[in-house]
């Protein structure tokens, strides 16, 4: 059981290339989540999914689009990177729904992007 | 909207002391509160969370923290640290029917000295 894994963990753009983040989670949730973690600022929330094929805006969605075409994975995609978007992603899952309903999101590793 | 506030950005404390970090939250409905830890270069992992019951509530690690409606806070506390506490702590909410979506606070990064 591996639990939330993120692919890949560095990456190093220049402005205006895309890129795709994937996130995969085998513990059969039904939520998934991307945040960006900047210094002093928390985690904001980017994009969410509440099941397989849906998705809705968070907190900070400009510039991202993401998709869940399976239900253990959940991708986050940069169309034209810009400096603004140098941070470290997050992707969390939650709500196993033959059991655990009890809010605890489960975090991936995370990736520290850099865009020059 | 929920939103929520840790007071203190930075919290250095010597091994073996108390320490308190401090958290208050904005919400207009009833509200889930969660504490998070996250070491240098991991995610971040649950470290205890109120949703209902008992105010006073105990998670990992000899951490706990109080619930306080009044107040709209939720202060976590540990009586003696150690060095391997060393990590930045984030206080999170989670109110109505909002999907599971988390508030974080901006972050409480502990530091114990020898």
């Known amino acids: 059981n591996a639990g939330v894994t993120q692919t890949p963990k560095f990456r190093v753009l220049k402005t205006g290339q895309s890129m795709t983040l994937l996130c995969a989670q085998d513990m059969n949730h039904e939520y998934m989540y991307w945040y960006r973690q900047d210094p002093g600022m928390g985690l904001r929330l980017i994009h969410y999914s509440v099941g397989e094929g849906t998705t809705a805006k968070g907190e900070v969605p400009d510039g991202y689009n993401v998709s869940r075409l399976k239900k253990q994975n959940f991708l986050l995609g940069l169309e034209s990177a810009a400096p603004s978007q140098t941070s470290v992603y997050f992707c969390a899952s939650s709500y196993d729904m033959s059991g655990d309903l009890t809010d605890t999101q489960y975090f991936g590793p995370g990736t520290r992007l850099t865009v020059l | 909207a929920q939103s929520v506030t840790q007071l203190d950005s930075q919290v250095p404390v010597f091994e073996e002391a108390p320490v308190e970090l401090r958290c208050n939250y904005s919400?207009?409905?009833?509200?889930?509160l969660f504490w998070y830890v996250q070491y240098p270069n991991q995610g971040l992992q649950l470290l205890l969370k109120?949703?209902?019951?008992?105010?006073l509530v105990k998670g990992i690690n000899g951490f706990e923290a109080e619930f306080n409606k009044s107040q709209t806070s939720f202060h976590l506390r540990k009586p003696s640290v150690h060095i391997s506490d060393t990590a930045e702590y984030f206080c999170?909410?989670?109110?109505?029917?909002?999907?599971?979506?988390?508030?974080f606070g901006q972050g409480t990064i502990l530091t114990v000295h020898p």
């Open positions: 999170a909410v989670r109110g109505g029917t909002s999907y599971g979506k988390l508030t």
């Open positions: 919400s207009s409905v009833s509200v889930y």
């Open positions: 109120y949703l209902s019951g008992s105010t």
